[in-house]
């Protein structure tokens, strides 16, 4: 008779020697009380911060445990977040074990089903098309669920100072050192107004719960008890704020790894603003209006995000995130180009987009 060997494991490489031992430490004083099998640990998902994600058995199922090295990282507002949604009622993980001083946490598994991997199956596959439809529609609704249900009180409130601090990044990390290029005085006047203006488009907003990264990558899905509708669960909330109420709906429509026509994206605008309504949130009365705000709203996430995955090749060592910059600058380029007062913005960034031009989006 013979027996299969067991599967070899990835080496998990620590950045000292001195936090792996308090790993090592933290976690088997857990083994007894979760049935935890340290040997079972492996590498579940990549992020683009300094958390880390690994997957460990346990005698009847498996578990979650995140690395959140401080100081570049702090586990309280995941915490936090954590307890709020488990008190709304919205699926997520729930922290089983906590080391905040180390930054180590035991989460329950929601599975392997990332709603953007569900998305990404090829239309040629039985039924894609019109389940890719349920699942967004999914997702909107849990969108408007997580928005009558979270309270403002408490989150930080997404301010003029931040909101200014995320624009800033696109010049600093895209502009100079991704292409190289040192705006004139009347480019930095035209830069500067743009910023004033998508920055009053975001402070006249209602403020609600944000998510801030309300994204395919970000929501997990789970097969309902009844075998009927998907459910999905929310991921990565540590960053919750009080913000403008068309920032979660931009995010998830224009998002950083998947992209649709325009037709559908305003589908599903259409029907989150309907559900919205619904549910006596402060959307406009007039979906014009609304369309608006999401636009210019998704507009400044967009040139963060550009910022964002520059810094994260040239200062993280991480350049495969760089590879969606052509997405995130169609999805500015034609906004800035449909918008009186945004035009000038258009003219920056279309030297740029020529070192970048991808014709799967144009």
């Not at 857990?30 to 935890?36: E, K, S």
């Not at 008890?225 to 990565?236: C, E, H, I, K, R």
């Not at 989150?272 to 608006?292: I, M, N, S, T």
Request: proline share 7%; net charge negative; charged share 20%.
């Amino acid at each position: 008779m013979s027996f299969a060997a067991p599967p070899v494991l990835p080496v998990i490489e620590w950045e000292s020697p001195a936090r792996h031992r308090a790993f090592d430490s933290w976690l088997n004083g857990l083994a007894c009380r979760h049935g935890l099998r340290p040997a079972s640990l492996r590498p579940a998902s990549a992020d683009a911060s300094f958390r880390r994600y690994f997957r460990i058995d346990g005698n009847s199922n498996s578990y979650i445990v995140m690395d959140a090295p401080p100081p570049q990282e702090d586990v309280r507002p995941f915490i936090q977040m954590a307890t709020r949604l488990a008190d709304a009622s919205l699926a997520a993980p729930r922290v089983l074990e906590a080391d905040t001083d180390h930054g180590f946490l035991l989460l329950s598994d929601l599975g392997t089903r990332l709603l953007l991997s569900e998305l990404q199956q090829p239309l040629s596959a039985a039924g894609s098309a019109s389940g890719n439809e349920t699942l967004m529609r999914s997702a909107l609704t849990l969108l408007v669920t997580w928005q009558t249900r979270l309270a403002t009180t408490g989150l930080p409130i997404f301010d003029e100072a931040l909101l200014r601090h995320e624009l800033a990044l696109f010049p600093q990390w895209c502009v100079k050192h991704e292409f190289g290029v040192d705006w004139d005085n009347a480019q930095q006047s035209q830069w500067a107004a743009v910023c004033d203006a998508l920055v009053a488009n975001a402070l006249a907003q209602p403020r609600i719960a944000v998510h801030r990264d309300y994204m395919p990558r970000n929501l997990m899905v789970m097969d309902h008890s009844d075998g009927l509708a998907p459910v999905l669960a929310l991921l990565d909330f540590q960053d919750a704020v009080s913000g403008p109420i068309a920032y979660d709906v931009a995010s998830l429509l224009r998002d950083a790894f998947i992209s649709w026509e325009e037709a559908q994206e305003l589908d599903w605008a259409v029907r989150y603003w309907q559900q919205a309504r619904e549910a006596k949130l402060p959307v406009p009365q007039d979906f014009g209006d609304f369309w608006r705000q999401l636009e210019w709203t998704g507009l400044q996430r967009h040139l963060k995000v550009l910022g964002i995955f520059c810094r994260l090749k040239h200062r993280d060592g991480k350049p495969h995130y760089s590879a969606d910059l052509p997405r995130f600058f169609t999805y500015a380029h034609k906004v800035a180009c449909r918008y009186q007062g945004l035009g000038p913005l258009a003219r920056l960034l279309e030297p740029l987009m020529g070192a970048t031009r991808n014709d799967v989006f144009y």
